[in-house]
């Protein structure tokens, strides 16, 4: 879901591009990032198998992160 919000508004910014639109892309971007994290150590605590799983899987977009 993350990557498509990311790909959608990166969409936008090139279409009607400015620069502060860029900038408030790269900033959803990190907090994005920040909550994938914090959402990741949430589901560490509730479900221990859930490493396992991380281990085969990607984040945002697969075969690089």
Do not use: C, N
């Not at 969409?11 to 400015?18: E, K, Q, V």
């Not at 479900?47 to 945002?60: A, D, E, G, N």
């Amino acid at each position: 879901m993350y990557t498509a919000v990311l790909l959608f508004t990166a969409g936008l910014s090139i279409a009607y591009f400015d620069w502060y639109k860029v900038v408030i892309w790269f900033i959803l971007l990190i907090v994005l990032i920040v909550k994938l994290h914090w959402e990741e150590s949430m589901l560490l605590k509730q479900f221990p198998q859930y490493q396992t799983y991380r281990l085969k899987s990607y984040k945002l977009v697969p075969f690089l992160y």
